[in-house]
């Protein structure tokens, strides 16, 4: 059996301490003892004083995840991979809505590592960024996480140490709601990811060496724009871990009706993703439910989770394409019926109806907080592409390859105030920026009252992007740029909540 935190604290405080206490203070008060106390004959496996988390009959953990360093060879190049469960992406964590989480991360690599729970809310201190949240899992250790789950959804874990994620520590997390609104016949997580063409300090050494990146031809473009500019071609991109050569492939019932959850848990890339033959209606982003809208196709930005219901009325077999924005290659996989066999189509991908992205949504409900803004920020996104260097209002946060002069400066709340950030984007770039420890609102769109809730946001170049939120969950939380190369360099002000003179005095 199970114990709750409130009924150990019972256990321990009405049964296991008394006893042990009883057994220490046996014999009159102030007795002599000829004979020194011994234990009794039998000593229980696991007295009051040596109970942990971990221990039996209270808690165990319900995943555990061995990380490693692994080769890793895809698209004619060879990496060091740094792998949960040895694949890429890791090992699942699937929950239901109100349970615990409990997962013990091994450290089996030979450098630190630390984890991050894209998208969750939780105690800041248990977040995953390191000298924000916590201290690195160093090598060779163990850490356990524990608390609970107030939301449904998809979400992913993955590293945040470094470049780590971007060399496969990552994998998929999903919560089950407790009172699912929708039917389909199919629940698939699709996690999109790229796969880089050398090891991270060759990569950043060659984009900071001044040399102008080869034109690509043909690549792809979000709608009524030209030039989305990315920092590293790709050699490839794979589909739940498949490459193009042998994709990913599901084999459904004609008649049935999907749920895919796709996972952008690439380090750079944004996707533009459609399937032959198929619109689909987007119902949830970020694990936050929307008001159905029906696309052709979609724009993911990195780090983003997109869920949508598509209905297959017909036999056949439906080629999934993710095309890379600013590149040209595309990431494939395949739904077939099970009367048809699955083949796959290879060629570039029309994008002939309609878009979906964040600025077609709604939410499902109001979403504003009913009261004035208390606090507002400008956020500055910057930076300059032949030294690459990205700050957040002209500073670089202290990460491995940070600009000169790194600084740890931060935005401060206080708890209870609504926040608005004000993201003005100068730069030559879009930035997926991702917000811990909170959803917010993105202003601007069809209908603010109805404003679409998220926890990652596309801020196309030369424009602006307002959010909101609510600061409900006190600690200090990472606010950054989710393209790996920017943030590796520094492209992160984390949001800090302090209190004012007269709390400090209380």
């Known amino acids: 059996m199970k114990l709750s935190r409130r009924d150990f604290v019972k256990t321990s405080a009405s049964g296991g301490l008394a006893a042990g206490a009883a057994t220490f203070i046996s014999g009159s008060a102030g007795a002599q003892q000829s004979q020194p106390v011994l234990p009794p004959a039998s000593v229980p496996q696991e007295t009051a004083c ?13 995943f555990t995840l061995d990380v490693d360093e692994k080769p890793y ?20 964590i699937r929950y239901t809505e109100g349970d615990m989480f409990r997962v013990l991360i091994n450290n ?25 949240a916590q201290l690195p899992i160093e090598a060779g250790t163990s850490q356990y996480y524990e608390f609970p789950l107030v939301q449904q959804g998809s979400y992913y874990y993955h590293s ?36 880089p063409p050398a090891e991270g300090g060759e990569i950043i050494k060659g984009l900071r060496s001044g040399r102008h990146r080869p034109e690509i031809k043909d690549a792809y473009e979000p709608p009524n724009s030209k030039d989305f500019d990315i920092d590293v071609v790709n050699a490839g991109y794979t589909l739940n871990g498949q490459p193009n050569s042998k994709p990913w492939t599901l084999t459904i019932k004609k008649g049935a009706r999907l749920r895919l959850r796709l996972i952008n848990s690439s ?29 052709q ?14 209905d297959v009325p017909d036999s056949g077999s439906y080629t999934i394409h993710a095309a890379a924005l600013g590149d040209s290659k595309q990431c494939l996989g395949v739904i077939h019926t099970d009367d048809v066999k ?63 002069d790194p600084q740890k400066t931060y935005l401060d709340v206080k708890q209870g105030e609504v926040v608005q950030l004000r993201m003005i984007n100068r730069s030559p770039m879009s930035h997926p920026m991702h917000l811990h420890g909170h959803t917010f609102r993105v202003l601007g769109g069809p209908d603010d009252d109805y404003a679409p809730v998220m926890d990652t946001v596309w801020v ?31 492209m992160m002000q984390p949001v800090r909540y302090v209190v004012g003179e007269r709390e400090m005095l209380r």
């Open 73 to 92: 060879s895809q698209y004619g190049v060879d990496l060091k991979g740094m792998l949960v469960g040895g694949t890429w992406p890791g090992t699942p």
């Open 160 to 195: 945040h140490l470094g470049l780590q994620e971007q060399y496969g520590l990552l994998g998929a997390l999903i919560i089950d709601p407790k009172d699912n609104p929708y039917s389909y016949d199919y629940d698939e997580v699709l996690m999109f990811s790229d796969i």
């Open 460 to 490: 196309p170049k030369k424009q602006t992007v307002t959010i909101e939120f609510l600061a409900n969950n006190p600690g200090m939380w990472a606010y950054h740029c989710h393209n790996i190369w920017h943030l590796a360099v520094g």
């Open 50 to 62: 040596a109970q942990s988390l971990l221990g039996a009959g209270v808690a165990k953990p319900d």
């Open 108 to 132: 089996r690599m030979k450098q630190p590592t630390c984890i991050h729970w894209h998208g969750i809310l939780l105690p800041s201190l248990q977040d995953g960024v390191p000298e924000i």
């Open 342 to 404: 699955a083949s796959v189509n290879d060629k570039r991908p029309s994008f002939d109806g309609v878009t979906v992205d964040f600025r077609s949504l709604k939410s499902l409900e109001a979403s504003g907080f009913g009261r004035k803004v208390d606090r507002v920020y400008d956020v500055l996104l910057s930076g300059d592409m032949k030294a690459y260097e990205w700050m957040m209002n002209n500073h670089y946060w202290p990460e491995p390859y940070a600009g000169p």
């Open 267 to 295: 380090g750079s890339t944004f996707f533009r993703i459609s399937i032959d033959g198929l619109k689909f209606s987007v119902i949830e982003v970020d694990g936050n439910r929307m008001q159905p809208v029906e696309g």
């Open 297 to 310: 196709n979609v724009i993911v930005p990195t780090s983003a989770r997109y869920d949508v219901l598509v």
